[in-house]
């Protein structure tokens, strides 16, 4: 067991080292498994703020019911009583029509307009929060309480944000079918560095081959080799968005203040970056081995 | 029963060269055997028959009681560990250190590093070239990288040792000095199988001589 462990710690430093000896050529590897990785992380990233930002936008899905203009104290209690005893209703909130025009007033600064009107125009409302998100529970209840009396309109707050959500859908898509074809590149990019590896070291295969070495031994360095550069290549992935991201938010945030929307684009978190970085490590892994797979077999010594 | 055994063995290479024909052979633990022959006679073909680096076509090739010819693939790493292997063309790596090489069988047995350190200087002290031990390999001359050669087939103390043409390509001074250090293993206990056609050698040491014509052991 410990010379198992020690067998593999030398073939890991023995691969450390041969990457050291050859660093400009180490580098340009990584430069290009980090490329290939930056694009779908750059991608994931961005939809990923989108999606922050859909989210706080629409933290639950929302129904506004506006009362009729006519409508008591006492029939806007009712209706609360009523939204209370339904089920499938997590929160409700009753806006006087006062109020609704304060805010209005605050938001718009529309002071002059507002002060000019004969009355309020606004009508009290109940603001509403449904348990469930999805569209058919939502439309389902926009019909009931149309159906209530003394409910003059009912406003689904959320369309906006399930649009929003449906693009992101789309995005997301793309970002999967990017990273998966990216993948078969960083896959094909170790293939060939291991191939070329393995040319380079035929003799040293050979000779270990005659004195003993089982094809274990060969080829550890090799795959050590697939998931170090993989490693390297999702920490430079990681780096360059993070680069990219410093530069971009700088612009972003006057553009995002000009729309009144907290827009920042937020790097990945640790749990995350992790996951890349295994990702990274399993790819490079797996080229090397298929290469390992392909190429060591002919090598038998005559 | 014998440490090596091969019985009516035969190889037929790809292409219908027959190299060896029906040769029977035993070699007992400590012997020290010449094999003999002109060139293309079928010694080398027979030293890698016993190293199974080739299988034979019929007959059987059995070393320390397992028989080669059957192994499965995985356990020819674990037989080519018994055998020290020295080669004509010795078979260095340029780029590793004279020490590195020497170190290689040790490190593909997964061997204790500072244990394996103290055995390989053993060993190059015993070829004489300890104080060449950070040299590369290409820096040395043809006698020093045999006994180069020498030094990694015995660092893990096989009990066998092979040896094809150990001499081919040296001047006599140098021949003597590798024949004298096969001497030695062979004294302490390991078994020896030389293919060469150095006679010279083999009126000083005096071994047992199996000559192979025309793939066949023309005499014992």
């Given at each position: 067991?410990?010379?198992?462990?020690?067998?593999?710690?030398?073939?890991?430093?023995?691969?450390?080292?041969?990457?050291?000896?050859?660093?400009?050529a180490s580098l340009f590897n990584i430069a290009v498994i980090g490329t290939a990785l930056a694009l779908p992380l750059g991608f994931y990233v961005v939809l990923a703020s989108l999606q922050g930002l859909a989210r706080d936008y629409s933290p639950q899905p929302q129904l506004s019911l506006f009362l009729a203009p006519e409508a008591s104290a006492a029939e806007a209690r009712a209706i609360g009583e009523r939204l209370k005893a339904r089920s499938?209703?997590?929160?409700?909130?009753?806006?006087?029509?006062?109020?609704?025009?304060?805010?209005?007033?605050?938001?718009?600064?529309?002071?002059?307009?507002?002060?000019?009107?004969?009355?309020?125009?606004?009508?009290?409302?109940?603001?509403?929060?449904?348990?469930?998100?999805?569209?058919?529970?939502?439309?389902?209840?926009?019909?009931?309480?149309?159906?209530?009396?003394?409910?003059?309109?009912?406003?689904?707050?959320?369309?906006?944000?399930?649009?929003?959500?449906?693009?992101?859908?789309?995005?997301?898509?793309?970002?999967?079918?990017?990273?998966?074809?990216?993948?078969?590149?960083?896959?094909?990019?170790?293939?060939?560095?291991?191939?070329?590896?393995?040319?380079?070291?035929?003799?040293?295969?050979?000779?270990?081959?005659?004195?003993?070495?089982?094809?274990?031994?060969?080829?550890?360095?090799?795959?050590?080799?697939?998931?170090?550069?993989?490693?390297?290549?999702?920490?430079?992935?990681?780096?360059?968005?993070?680069?990219?991201?410093?530069?971009?938010?700088?612009?972003?945030?006057?553009?995002?203040?000009?729309?009144?929307?907290?827009?920042?684009?937020?790097?990945?978190?640790?749990?995350?970056?992790?996951?890349?970085?295994?990702?990274?490590?399993?790819?490079?892994?797996?080229?090397?081995?298929?290469?390992?797979?392909?190429?060591?077999?002919?090598?038998?010594?005559? | 029963?014998?440490?090596?055994?091969?019985?009516?063995?035969?190889?037929?290479?790809?292409?219908?060269?027959?190299?060896?024909?029906?040769?029977?052979?035993?070699?007992?633990?400590?012997?020290?055997?010449?094999?003999?022959?002109?060139?293309?006679?079928?010694?080398?073909?027979?030293?890698?028959?016993?190293?199974?680096?080739?299988?034979?076509?019929?007959?059987?090739?059995?070393?320390?009681?397992?028989?080669?010819?059957?192994?499965?693939?995985?356990?020819?790493?674990?037989?080519?560990?018994?055998?020290?292997?020295?080669?004509?063309?010795?078979?260095?790596?340029?780029?590793?250190?004279?020490?590195?090489?020497?170190?290689?069988?040790?490190?593909?047995?997964?061997?204790?590093?500072?244990?394996?350190?103290?055995?390989?200087?053993?060993?190059?002290?015993?070829?004489?070239?300890?104080?060449?031990?950070?040299?590369?390999?290409?820096?040395?001359?043809?006698?020093?990288?045999?006994?180069?050669?020498?030094?990694?087939?015995?660092?893990?103390?096989?009990?066998?040792?092979?040896?094809?043409?150990?001499?081919?390509?040296?001047?006599?001074?140098?021949?003597?000095?590798?024949?004298?250090?096969?001497?030695?293993?062979?004294?302490?206990?390991?078994?020896?199988?030389?293919?060469?056609?150095?006679?010279?050698?083999?009126?000083?040491?005096?071994?047992?001589?199996?000559?192979?014509?025309?793939?066949?052991?023309?005499?014992?």
């Open positions: 067991m410990t010379s198992w462990l020690a067998a593999h710690r030398r073939a890991c430093s023995g691969t450390l080292a041969r990457l050291l000896r050859a660093p400009l499938g209703i997590s929160a409700s909130r009753f806006v006087p029509r006062a109020a609704a025009l304060e805010t209005l007033k605050a938001r718009t600064g529309l002071d002059d307009i507002i002060a000019g009107l004969p009355g309020n125009p606004l009508p009290d409302a109940w603001v509403v929060t449904a348990a469930g998100a999805d569209a058919a529970t939502l439309d389902g209840l926009r019909g009931e309480f149309r159906q209530w009396p003394k409910v003059a309109e009912v406003h689904v707050d959320s369309d906006w944000a399930r649009r929003l959500d449906q693009l992101l859908g789309l995005g997301r898509h793309a970002v999967l079918l990017l990273a998966t074809a990216l993948a078969f590149a960083l896959v094909a990019v170790t293939f060939n560095t291991i191939r070329l590896q393995i040319l380079t070291q035929r003799d040293e295969i050979e000779v270990a081959k005659l004195i003993g070495a089982t094809d274990g031994w060969i080829r550890r360095p090799f795959l050590y080799f697939g998931a170090i550069t993989g490693t390297a290549g999702g920490a430079a992935a990681w780096l360059m968005v993070w680069a990219v991201l410093a530069l971009f938010n700088d612009r972003l945030q006057p553009l995002a203040a000009l729309y009144g929307l907290p827009l920042q684009l937020a790097h990945l978190d640790a749990g995350d970056s992790l996951t890349l970085l295994v990702f990274a490590a399993a790819l490079g892994w797996f080229g090397a081995w298929l290469s390992v797979r392909r190429h060591l077999g002919a090598y038998n010594p005559r | 029963m014998s440490q090596i055994a091969l019985s009516n063995v035969s190889k037929r290479y790809p292409g219908g060269h027959e190299a060896l024909n029906g040769v029977s052979l035993a070699i007992e633990t400590g012997e020290m055997v010449f094999i003999t022959g002109h060139s293309g006679a079928g010694k080398s073909t027979l030293l890698k028959l016993i190293a199974a680096i080739e299988r034979p076509t019929s007959g059987s090739v059995v070393v320390n009681g397992q028989n080669v010819g059957s192994l499965r693939a995985r356990g020819i790493p674990f037989l080519r560990r018994n055998f020290g292997l020295v080669f004509q063309d010795h078979k260095l790596l340029f780029e590793r250190s004279v020490f590195d090489n020497v170190m290689l069988p040790l490190d593909i047995t997964g061997f204790d590093r500072r244990e394996g350190a103290r055995r390989a200087r053993a060993a190059l002290d015993k070829v004489g070239l300890l104080h060449k031990e950070k040299a590369r390999p290409i820096t040395l001359s043809g006698g020093e990288q045999q006994r180069l050669c020498i030094a990694r087939a015995i660092v893990h103390r096989p009990s066998i040792l092979l040896a094809d043409e150990p001499t081919g390509n040296l001047d006599a001074g140098y021949a003597a000095d590798i024949g004298e250090l096969f001497r030695d293993f062979n004294r302490v206990g390991v078994t020896v199988v030389l293919a060469t056609h150095d006679t010279q050698l083999a009126a000083r040491l005096q071994p047992r001589q199996v000559e192979i014509r025309g793939g066949r052991v023309h005499h014992d």
